[in-house]
């Protein structure tokens, strides 16, 4: 379509957002905060949004998701603004994504793909680019079998392309599954890597510290503070991707390693979690989890309960393993006098009332107050953290090794194979279990193991 005197030339680097709410428990739960972050969502794409608006929906339509009269309200807004994309803040079926762009002549693209946009345009390293172009395929194959409706085209007889009678959906199929296979197998060695990594430094009796948080709650302007280590941080979403480690000194003169990871956000991508898996084992990893939250935020509950999520379903994917957890209170400096005050008195009562394990922390990274309350709360908490080892002893040994163990902290089980080498896994203090983790086994090496 041309631009007509009342019409605009469409850009692609302008949007349109749209965030639909289903039904009134979604318009509660979600609100102005979600819109925000829709918009924060299609800004950190580099795209200038020229509107945005919640959509209630009463109905799904198979077709184009919303009713035919937003369809034709929203193809005169793009033409009206000149808007070359619409991004819709749910998941859209190809069909749906496909009808949309032929009815508002703009390219559509729902959540899911913007986020794998963002993390695209953020992984500077070779693991996050894997990890995202992994993501991605694994997004195009949900999608293959419902994009391709003229299954009809045929390939018969193509040689290496594929057998007599193959279809273009069966070709397609069958590349993405290829390649997929090719980047899990690149990213074993990067887990297995990342794995030698952590068994040195619990070798060295250096507990393991994990930010995270709610993408742009600032973790990552707060690994900076802590650690000089001049990571990028933006007031923008997901402005980290790859993660980073190094050593914090502490009040006490020990030292930890501390890792900034990616953001978590609602509704993450299931092909982001799995895809992140190498990155994401640092979490379970770990011996002691900092909640860094924006605690200035008006969603700020909302948001702990999804990074809580997040949690809880990477420990069920780890077998249970879950650190302590210790809230970091973040952006305080933000907050009107009377707030703030409130907020400092309810984190000083938790820490003199022990009202739990590890109460929180409030602070604001950017000016740096709080920092020494935090880092001795940091102290307490990762020297106090038990780590759980599993180490085989030969037969000549096991009985004095044993005792070892068992006298630095608690056997959780253990077994003996029929040449008489001693297996057991056991629960001990950081620094205690440095001494056995030389008896940890190697990761096995996934080039190895193909052979």
């Given at each position: 379509m041309k631009p007509t005197p009342e019409t605009a030339p469409k850009d692609l680097n302008r949007a349109i957002v749209l965030r639909p709410l289903s039904g009134a428990a979604d318009v509660a739960r979600d609100g102005e905060a979600r819109l925000l972050e829709a918009v924060g969502l299609a800004q950190a794409l580099g795209l200038d949004v020229a509107a945005a608006e919640a959509a209630p929906l009463r109905q799904i339509s198979p077709r184009t998701f919303f009713g035919s009269g937003r369809v034709e309200r929203l193809k005169q807004q793009t033409e009206e603004l000149g808007v070359g994309v619409v991004v819709v803040d749910g998941a859209l079926s190809p069909t749906q994504q496909r009808n949309l762009e032929t009815d508002t002549q703009a390219k559509v693209i729902d959540r899911t793909g913007l986020i794998l946009e963002i993390f695209g345009l953020r992984a500077q390293t070779k693991e996050g680019r894997?990890?995202?172009?992994?993501?991605?395929?694994?997004?195009?194959?949900?999608?293959?079998?419902?994009?391709?409706?003229?299954?009809?085209?045929?390939?018969?007889?193509?040689?290496?392309?594929?057998?007599?009678?193959?279809t273009q959906i069966e070709l397609d199929r069958r590349s993405i599954a290829d390649r997929i296979v090719k980047l899990k197998r690149e990213l074993e060695e990067v887990r297995r890597t990342r794995g030698l990594q952590r068994r040195a430094r619990a070798r060295a009796g250096l507990p393991a510290v994990v930010l995270v948080g709610y993408t742009n709650a600032g973790k990552s302007t707060l690994f900076n503070r802590l650690t000089q280590a001049g990571v990028l941080a933006k007031n923008m979403l997901f402005a980290t991707l790859d993660p980073t480690a190094r050593q914090v000194k502490l009040p006490s003169g020990r030292a930890v390693i501390m890792s900034d990871t990616v953001g978590f956000i609602s509704d993450l991508p299931t092909e982001l979690v799995a895809a992140f898996r190498a990155t994401l084992e640092a979490v379970t990893e770990a011996d002691l989890l900092l909640h860094v939250r924006d605690i200035a935020h008006e969603d700020s509950d909302r948001q702990k309960s999804d990074v809580l999520a997040v949690l809880a379903q990477l420990a069920k994917d780890a077998g249970g393993k879950s650190p302590p957890v210790l809230e970091v209170w973040n952006k305080i400096d933000l907050l009107d006098a009377p707030t703030r005050?409130?907020?400092?008195?309810?984190?000083?009562?938790?820490?003199?009332?022990?009202?739990?394990?590890?109460p929180p922390v409030a602070i604001s990274a950017e000016t740096g107050e709080g920092m020494d309350a935090l880092l001795g709360a940091i102290d307490r908490a990762a020297f106090s953290a038990t780590r759980v080892i599993t180490v085989t002893l030969p037969p000549d040994d096991s009985g004095r090794v044993r005792a070892q163990i068992a006298a630095a902290g608690k056997i959780l089980d253990e077994s003996t194979d029929e040449h008489g080498h001693h297996t057991l896994r056991a629960e001990l203090l950081v620094e205690d279990a440095a001494r056995f983790a030389p008896l940890e086994p190697v990761p096995e090496d996934p080039r190895q193991a193909a052979e």
């Open positions: 894997l990890q995202v172009e992994l993501a991605r395929q694994e997004y195009e194959r949900s999608r293959l079998v419902r994009t391709w409706t003229h299954l009809e085209r045929q390939r018969g007889g193509l040689g290496k392309t594929g057998g007599p009678g193959e005050e409130a907020r400092l008195r309810r984190a000083q009562a938790a820490q003199e009332g022990a009202q739990s394990a590890l």
